[in-house]
């Protein structure tokens, strides 16, 4: 049960990522001229992907149904009239720039304030009875932030906090249009969709405009954004169209041997996928041994490569091997000291280079990917000098208030928004049910 409960929000942020930017790999589509066994071996394919996605809804839900059942949830989203005198901060990932226009506007005609990190510092303790304020999240650093968000926060005259991934930041140099490139002729909503096919994250010369700007708050979402094997259970096996996500293949668990400091995360067909969680769990990571990693591939490669995965019931033949290769000692674990190390790494380094590239800055809040973290995290986040760590909904169990340094901070997200105060507030059924269609349109795949 274990797998189920850490994966939760991971499964959160994958399936936030626009189906039709996703790449073409969740829902494998028949090629032309494709023969009758190769479309079954896709239906299999699609069929087990289907039961993923489910699993995912299911998984993503559980925390806010979880939220909403113990009462963590903020109290403006169950039906209050007032903010109780606390910032409401919302988490995106990618965005539907007309939904984010609607939702803007909304916060100016009500009049909310857009707070950054440091105004949520300002408001940490105290309570502003009527206060209206808001802090807008974002994680990942997408294309569609320096391509939608900032040419709206500009509109709108709002700021709003980034959280990158620094160690995945791209050196490119490229100038890529946006939509203020839209609105004044110079470019077409097509050269914005190619630009996120082209780069999907933003780069750091993007990066370096916005600081400049002073609208965007850019902190840290750690290096490398990385999962860890927790155990030896296998859950798959990496097969053609295994969904790694469209940058840095981030859904696939650090392989043993790969840099952890600058992972590749490239594993060879039929490879073990390791029950995991985020590195910033604090969860010890189990490391495979070779042989019987490379022993799977090999079988792979001699049995034809892709078409081996035609066939039926590959995924029991690859469990066989695995049992009788790997049964005796499949690998070890790390130590609690070496488990410290990169985790203060992931925290540290993101700070300094984001300093180091973003003139001015001080980094002092850190997101944690997956929006898992722990009490060990945060300790170690504070020892790097974060004054706050954002999680999702969700907080460690051990919460008791003894972690004065640095702040916790709850998100929830931005779905929420047409909850705050205010005229036409959405029902919470309506955001349910929009919920639920957008889950069921992500099925049929990449468009
Ligand atoms: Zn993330």
Redesign the pocket.
Known sequence: MRLKRAATPVEK?EIRTPAKRRGPQVFPRCAPGENTRAQSARMRSMKNSFTASLERIVQKNADEFLAFALGRMPAFVTGSSSLGGQPAVFCYHDIDPERFEAQLRRLAEEGYATLDCEGLDERAGSSVRGAKDVALTF??GTWTFYTFVFPLLERYDVRATLFV?AGLVPEDDSVYPNLEDVWEGRASAADLEARGRAQPLCTWRELEAMHASGRVDIQS?SMT?SRVPTSSRVIDFFFPGFPVETYGNVNIPLPAGDDPRAPLRALPRGAPIFESASRMAAIPRFVENAEPVNALARHVEEAGGDRFFERSGWRSELGRLWSGSAGRQPGRFESDAEMEKTILWELSESKRLLEERLPGKTVTHFCY??FQGSATSDRLAGRAGYRAVHYGIALPRDDDGAHALPRRIQRISEEYQCRLPGRERTSLLEIALERIGGSLRRFRGPK
């Open positions: 942020e994680d990942d991934i979402h954004h990917p997956w």
